[in-house]
């Protein structure tokens, strides 16, 4: 079974520009996460799709960030513009479904520099 | 508001050794705790998940239990490997809003 994949692994831009962030769930997971992980912190969840529609976006700073999930399958991620404190790995997870029991399966996710 | 702590910050130990790993929330309303290990650069890959009416789970030589109503966790591992190197977050499935909240980590070094 195919992990979570993400692309790019690694972006470099710099300040007041834009990047985007694409993830491909699990085939069949209904639950899409993004999380930001500064260094030496945990990850702080993002966003939360279930199939394709918003369960949680409390924590998205909706000035700068957007996400999609069009026909609920891949998700992209959006910042622009950048600032220096987003600077951060964004990790993409899915779950099977939005239920209580689901386990969570992370993908490499991309380390994002601002400069 | 749900906290999660993890306890040490970091930790060295030599080969060999049985250690634990703790995990606090302050929240008892949870779904499940998972665990997780984080290798440097990489993403995380899921150890142990606890259902909230579960006591422990094994795998391997990793055990985590799991007491929700003092809001802990402990990660036990056996006879560390250099190739535990790593760091090992939980995260709680808060009831409600199905939200995983994580703590911030231990940094485990096992020495050869």
């Known amino acids: 079974e195919a992990g979570v994949a993400q692309s790019p692994r690694y972006k470099i831009i710099e300040k007041r520009q834009s990047v985007a962030f694409w993830c491909n769930p699990i085939?069949?997971?209904?639950?899409l996460y993004w999380y930001q992980q500064i260094l030496g912190q945990g990850p702080k969840l993002l966003i939360q799709f279930q199939n394709n529609g918003v369960v949680d976006d409390s924590q998205l700073p909706k000035d700068r960030f957007s996400a999609e999930r069009l026909k609920g399958v891949d998700s992209t991620l959006k910042i622009q513009p950048a600032k220096l404190e987003d600077s951060a790995v964004y990790l993409c997870?899915?779950?099977?479904?939005?239920?209580?029991?689901?386990?969570?399966?992370f993908g490499p996710g991309t380390r994002l520099t601002v400069t | 508001k749900q906290e999660v702590t993890q306890i040490p910050a970091a930790l060295s130990v030599p080969e060999g050794e049985n250690l634990v790993l703790n995990c606090s929330f302050t929240d008892s309303a949870i779904y499940n705790l998972q665990w997780f290990r984080q290798d440097p650069g990489k993403g995380l890959t899921s150890l142990l998940l606890?259902?909230?009416?579960?006591r422990e789970q094994t795998s391997g030589r990793l055990n985590a239990s799991l007491d929700k109503s003092s809001g802990r966790s402990t990660l036990y591992i056996a006879a560390s490997q250099p190739g535990d190197s790593a760091t090992y977050l939980c995260a709680v499935r808060q009831q409600g809003t199905y939200k995983y909240i994580f703590g911030t980590g231990t940094r485990l070094k096992v020495l050869a």
């Open positions: 606890i259902q909230s009416s579960q």
């Open positions: 997870a899915s779950s099977l479904d939005d239920t209580r029991g689901s386990e969570q399966y």
């Open positions: 085939s069949g997971h209904a639950t």
